[in-house]
């Protein structure tokens, strides 16, 4: 069952119960799910290959960086648990991520690859001590590389959506974290944006993690916000 809501629910927890404890609390209709490099460290193939046999679309964030072969088979590899999204870093390369995506399209079925460009965490300083520009600026150049290389979307924050989709086309898919509902705290997150500004900057999916599962009622938090986005 693919979801009609856009949030897409960062299950960052130290252990397969609670994953599965909070898969089991809702439905697949009302988000879909990420499996980021904690969790999977942990557990691995098979809990990806149940949430997946819930009916939730996974998306699997390992966030690979590699030479090319490396990452287009490890693709491969996530490919075949079913997941509905794989990513890579976009400053692999053109090379990477076109061996990638040509590996992917030759599969009968293939998730969507898109690639990450500027962490939703780092803020200018953190760029300009890696002698790197703005964070815009450089989401910019990594975001016209990956369209290019004929990827699905890219993962930046909200903030840069509107810059991004200008560079790329409405079915570009911009899939962004860092977001934060009013009053929910930053944590680790630089670049942040409510659910409801980020979708009137233009992101397709908003990836939320712990203001939902560190919430009092996970559940709930995300009735909250589905609500917010369909009002
Ligand atoms: O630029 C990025 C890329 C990935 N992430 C991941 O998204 C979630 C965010 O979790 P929160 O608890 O809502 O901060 C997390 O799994 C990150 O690994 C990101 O935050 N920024």
């Known amino acids: ?54 009916g ?18 490890a693709c491969k590899a996530a490919a075949e648990l079913g997941v509905w999204m794989v990513n890579v870093h976009a400053s692999g390369g053109r090379r990477m991520m076109e061996t990638t995506r040509n590996a992917l399209e030759a599969l009968p079925q293939r998730p969507l690859l898109i690639a990450v460009t500027v962490l939703t965490s780092m803020n200018a300083e953190d760029l300009a001590e890696l002698s790197l520009p703005e964070p815009a600026k450089q989401v910019e150049m990594l975001a016209r590389l990956t369209y ?44 942040i944006m409510t659910p409801v500004a980020a979708i009137d900057a233009g992101a397709d999916y908003l990836v939320i993690g712990r203001p939902i599962t560190q919430s009092d009622d996970p559940a709930a938090t995300l009735a909250e916000i589905n609500a917010s986005l369909a009002g």
């Open 1 to 54: 069952m693919s979801s009609s809501s856009k949030v897409i629910v960062a299950l960052d927890y130290t252990n397969a119960a609670e994953a599965l404890a909070f898969a089991s609390r809702v439905n697949p209709a009302l988000c879909r799910l990420k499996v980021g490099k904690e969790l999977f460290t942990r557990c691995g193939p098979p809990l990806v290959e149940q949430l997946v046999a819930r």
């Open 56 to 73: 939730f679309d996974v998306f699997l964030d390992l966030k690979f960086h590699d030479i090319p072969n490396t990452v287009a088979q």
């Open 148 to 191: 290019s290389s004929g990827l699905d979307g890219v993962v930046c924050s909200a903030h840069e959506a509107g810059l991004v989709r200008a560079l790329s086309s409405p079915e570009f898919k911009l899939v962004t974290p860092g977001i934060r509902p009013a009053n929910s705290a930053a944590n680790d997150q630089s670049r």
